[in-house]
């Protein structure tokens, strides 16, 4: 699999650096159009530019729109004549095509809408008005829907002559208001006699969701019920449209990588921004200058300890470590708690089993590594009692260490900030100073046996 | 929604500290199974024992166990009946009861299986043979399959009198070797004269993957390609088995936690032990304890540069900033290109653009943070020489952070070691030592100026 695409890339790569249009052309028109997609990814935006220009297919480059980033669709569309803009528009799925008209310059944005002007515009306009992130930013208008009395065998009619409703995996069944009121498998249809109604035989518990729910809610929800599809209603019930399985697993990547981005102080921003160094410098200086200043903190109570310091120089041997450990085993406990909030494993309601069994951990962890560390103290320096010190602040550096990494994500999270991002610097910085403050205060308390 | 489970808690809190166990029973069969399911994630190992012995209906018995982990499932199971047990595997899709199983005592899963011994037992059986986290351990062996010589008209009597199989996307065809020929939607069955041939409107190019396939590839793919189950076929291209797009969904959830938790030095066996807090530790200490040591050559290398330090104690402010920022940048840029590996958005092919992107983004943020920390140790210390010195430490201990961010996971990747695991301990403790080195060495060199 890995090999045929990287034998399709080089290729590819070659084909442009030569020039060889026709033969791209011919090598793109012969590829499954995901793997063409996938391409893309390796590809720098001129070389995405010749490539996409060579796609003949409308749907091939429709498909290949739909798995890239939006603001680098946008830019591929923005080169080429505004009649084929919306010819590969239509071909997409109306929840892609909107996320690309809203990446496009405003005036070319309206010019395309209004070569549009039918009922898919229309549509395109309606689903321009949710939010990105909402259900509504992500829902398809083209489900299965009828209404509850007509009967099975003009469903069965209608699929056969349906041609908009590429997935089909259930029937949405409605009263005469549009309100969703049932839901009937396809198999269901055929197994019961034609004349039956839809009334007669449909689910009516039906699991919806609101145009307005955030899509993280939505993709939970899907993957909860192992349902393939869910329905889209407005604040009346009325249908507006469905939710498919495969952009919920989109949501979910995305969830998880920016999960994964925010802790490290970043933002999955930087995915729009390729290889643009300003704009990424940016998005991480935030959270790096927060770091500094609590790095100058630490610093300042380490200056403020430079008399212990001045008699003891071997004292200094073990900073390093203990900052570093304490940074360490918070920064463990917080990345369980955030991503434990992020996946529902953990809530308010577990939250103080979690913080004890942290505590537990910590403690455990920190007579290990006090141990070892004390014994290193004492096998360098020759002095038991900078031994007893070390080990002693590491010990208490850890256990704080693994409650901080609780308690702070908690408190953001109970306060509306989002955990992921601002748990780490606070985490450190907390960690640096306590564990500082430990380190100092237990030796200067010992001082005269550590001289 | 979260209001209603959040109400259902309590009330099945409620009544379990009361020992209400009929009203219970009562609540328990009004809820829908994947609520109660989600119940029990909030419950501690008690609780569940006596919930799930009130669970009467084993199909909901089964939503619960497919939903929990599969320890905690095997738990659940072990107290009741072995009649019991096998009545609620049976009730299972097969690759979630496999898999709980395995995680049964020996003797138990044999009495179990002796039990069963019928055509479903043979399944478990066969798909037992399987990997755990390949295709074939969590494929199900419900697909709906017949042979290319059939008619569409069979096929849809043949789905009209199909029992086990839930969910129908697609019909699989196969030839005389049952061996994997093509696929149909059900809407294509529905749209020829019933005396049509499958082989004749069949699609012939079949995405499938082999029984030996890795769970996370088999996830990208269904992913990529849009498909809502993927056929699962043998080296000989003999269908057996699908897997679906829900199980695709945890397979990525999984893999997203697992990342994120190995980034952190921990692993995600951790959710399998619950509040055990000495197995935890264990699980954490190997990377801890790396990281130790890391922190004790730091640690050496200040202590080597004591002289230089006793002479100008100014200094010792900026060794937490100076370390602490270098670990921060060369984490970011280590997260970026750890996750992206992960998603495929970074390959080997990618990395000198990455390198070079990361390269510059780090000059840039150290630049900011030089100039912003020289003016601090500027203003604080009144010494125009010690802010140069800072500024300059930090703006190359930066820089060289974020390469080595980008270094350290690919060198690991390259040598077929987790990236996730090996990235951090590596990055961090490298950062600490080329931060101190530079530091120090500038201070050493411009000495005479500092005092």
Redesign the interface.
């Known amino acids: 699999?890995e090999q045929k695409l990287q034998m399709l890339?080089d290729t590819v790569r070659k084909l442009i650096r030569r020039g060889a249009y026709p033969n791209l052309t011919k090598v793109v028109a012969k590829s499954?159009p995901?793997d063409v997609a996938?391409l893309f990814?390796?590809l720098?935006l001129k070389e995405q530019r010749i490539l996409f220009n060579l796609i003949e297919d409308p749907e091939t480059a429709a498909y290949v729109l739909s798995?890239l980033d939006h603001g680098t669709g946008a830019a591929l569309l923005e080169q080429i004549d505004k009649e084929t803009i919306t010819e590969v528009l239509q071909e997409m799925p109306y929840d892609d095509a909107v996320d690309i008209i809203r990446n496009m310059p405003e005036e070319l944005a309206e010019e395309v809408l209004q070569i549009m002007q039918d009922e898919d515009s229309e549509e395109i306009e309606e689903l321009l008005k949710y939010g990105e992130d909402t259900a509504g930013g992500i829902m398809v208008t083209e489900y299965f829907a009828m209404d509850e009395d007509q009967t099975c065998g003009q469903a069965?009619q209608a699929?056969?002559e349906?041609e908009d409703v590429e997935?089909?995996?259930y029937l949405y069944v409605t009263n005469e208001h549009n309100h969703l009121v049932g839901v009937l498998s396809?198999?269901q249809l055929?197994?019961v006699p034609a004349s039956t109604k839809l009334k007669n035989i449909m689910t009516r518990?039906v699991i919806s969701v609101r145009t307005d729910m955030d899509q993280e809610?939505v993709a939970h929800?899907?993957?909860?019920?192992?349902i393939?599809a869910v329905p889209v209603v407005d604040e009346g019930n009325k249908l507006m449209g469905i939710i498919t399985?495969?952009d919920?697993?989109?949501v979910?990547?995305e969830e998880?990588?920016e999960?994964?981005?925010k802790?490290?102080?970043?933002s999955d921003e930087?995915?729009l921004y390729g290889?643009k160094?300003?704009k990424?410098?940016r998005l991480?200086?935030p959270?790096?200058?927060t770091?500094?200043f609590?790095?100058?903190i630490?610093?300042?109570l380490?200056?403020r300890f430079?008399v212990t310091?001045?008699e003891v120089?071997?004292l200094?041997?073990?900073?390093?470590?203990?900052?570093?450990?304490g940074?360490?085993?918070g920064?463990?406990s917080a990345?369980?708690v955030v991503?434990g909030f992020a996946?529902?494993?953990i809530?308010f309601?577990?939250l103080r089993?979690v913080f004890?069994?942290e505590l537990?951990?910590g403690l455990?962890?920190g007579v290990?590594?006090g141990v070892?560390?004390g014994l290193?103290a004492y096998g360098w320096h020759h002095n038991p009692y900078l031994g007893i010190v070390v080990g002693l602040a590491m010990v208490t550096a850890m256990t704080v260490a693994a409650t901080m990494g609780v308690l702070a994500p908690a408190f953001f999270k109970r306060f509306g900030v989002d955990p992921a991002i601002a748990s780490t610097p606070f985490v450190?910085t907390a960690n640096?100073i306590t564990g500082?403050l430990i380190y100092f205060g237990t030796a200067t308390m010992f001082l005269n046996l550590l001289r």
């Open positions: 699999m890339l499954h995901a996938h990814r390796y720098d798995e069965i699929l056969q349906a997935m089909v995996f396809l198999r055929l197994t518990d809610e929800m899907v993957a909860k019920y192992n393939l399985v495969d919920v697993i989109d979910l990547r998880a990588t999960d994964i981005y802790m490290a102080g970043s930087e995915l290889f160094s300003f990424i410098a991480r200086l959270w790096l200058i770091n500094l609590g790095g100058v630490t610093g300042y380490m200056w430079k310091l001045k120089m071997a200094i041997s073990f900073i390093p470590v203990i900052t570093g450990m940074g360490n085993v920064g463990q990345t369980i991503r996946t529902g494993r809530d309601s577990t089993q004890l069994k537990r951990v455990i962890m290990v590594c070892t560390i290193v450190q640096d500082i």
